[in-house]
DNA sequence: GGGCCGGTTTGATTTCGATCAATGCGGTCC
DNA sequence: GGACCGCATTGATCGAAATCAAACCGGCCC
């Protein structure tokens, strides 16, 4: 059923994986890499609504267009299954939809999570909330805890894209960072790497009052 | 079953029917009345995630926790289930269960379409988007197609609760509404209504390249 | 009526982030 | 090596929205 399906497809680096209101004729899951989930207004302007790391899945049953453009930020492999394929595993495998809803409310509380950060926080919020969200994750894709002293985090983003992902500009992105290393709440190893060493000192700079437990 | 297991409750306007991290009993839907999804910071800032009009629902199969307050803006009168019982239902009823996957997977693409609105939108644009966005979920809650020629709403929130939904002060929002009045795009009726005289205009003034039909 | 009270509007000023504009920095190609 | 290119950082200035502060308005109670 399920492993007949299936197929693999590799997107590099930069590649579109679809672009919105295109036809998304497959539901997938990303393998390895990284990809973000944005829109484009006419003028210009852009900004990620998500990002997608190994486990999260594009596409939706029932639904045949994607609202969003899908880009591949690093060479991207995904793990696919025809829609109307899936849709049919979904009606007979009860225990595939019911899994496929808690990861949809769980994206759906992530969505509204970040809703607070782009609406009531400053660019220096923004920026300390993202690196401890990304760490979250990462430290939960690894399958490892969070280690109490110094984290390291691999940004899988330009500058450009970090920007809009929390509807900033390049610039101050760029000096908020600059800023949280010279409050010592970071530490840079060239452009793509942050080492964080005190978790929970950043946390609370990203006016996080929750105790980030790694299950969430 | 459905049936057996259903009750009504009522909460008066300005009532909290759950608070961020609370139990949350009862899956419920709203039959009439209005209410919003917030998180406040610790420093008193808030953000409205949501605005729950009819036909939406609170809460969620498999998370006993609320992750936001649930305020009653009017009087609101929930259709409420049992929690464990829904989740049995839920288990039963695959029909039920992938029409609440639906409603979720649409309740995820508007909150990351609210995403781009904060991101990236300026005040102006804001207020236009979300007036739009009312107009468009007020007409299909009453099942009537928008008027070609002019569309009152009715604001069920007042200035401060439109404030924190749009990410802005109470202030630049009063702001925003009079100048889109003197701009002849809208037209008020005291603080509550306002007619749009010209709906596709207001869309282009929000930012809205898409077009808006009612059916999503 | 008059006074009060909550919400809304309007005004003056400040501030944070955007914009405009260099400069720096690492990699690659000649 | 040197020139170039794409990204990132830093600097100077500007502007939109926040903040501070004052009217305004409608409803209600005395």
Redesign the interface.
């Given at each position: 059923m399920l492993e007949q399906a299936k197929s693999y497809r590799t997107y590099p680096a930069g590649t579109t994986i679809v672009g919105a209101g295109e036809m998304l004729t497959h539901f997938s899951s990303i393998v390895i890499g990284c990809a973000t989930?944005s829109?484009t207004?006419?003028?210009g302007?852009?900004?990620n609504?998500?990002l997608l790391l190994p486990s999260d899945y594009i596409g939706?049953?029932?639904?045949s267009r994607s609202?969003?453009d899908v880009v591949a930020l690093s060479d991207t492999v995904l793990c696919r299954f025809e829609r109307t394929e899936f849709e049919k595993i979904?009606?007979t495998t009860?225990h595939i939809?019911?899994r496929?809803?808690?990861m949809?409310?769980d994206?759906?509380?992530a969505?509204?999570?970040?809703?607070?950060v782009?609406?009531?926080m400053t660019a220096r919020e923004k920026v300390a909330s993202f690196l401890v969200n990304l760490a979250r994750r990462q430290s939960r894709v690894d399958m490892a805890p969070l280690p109490e002293n110094g984290v390291t985090v691999r940004l899988p983003l330009s500058r450009e894209e970090m920007a809009n992902h929390?509807?900033l500009t390049i610039e101050t992105t760029s000096r908020q960072i600059t800023a949280l290393r010279k409050s010592g709440l970071i530490d840079t190893q060239g452009s793509r790497y942050i080492r964080i060493p005190d978790f929970e000192a950043l946390a609370i700079e990203a006016?996080d009052?929750e105790d980030g437990g790694l299950i969430v």
């Open positions: 989930l829109r207004l006419e003028d302007r852009r900004q609504v998500g939706r049953p029932g639904r609202a969003f979904c009606r009860p939809a019911s496929l809803l808690t949809t409310l994206e759906l509380d969505a509204r999570d970040w809703t607070v782009l609406g009531r929390l509807g006016g009052d």
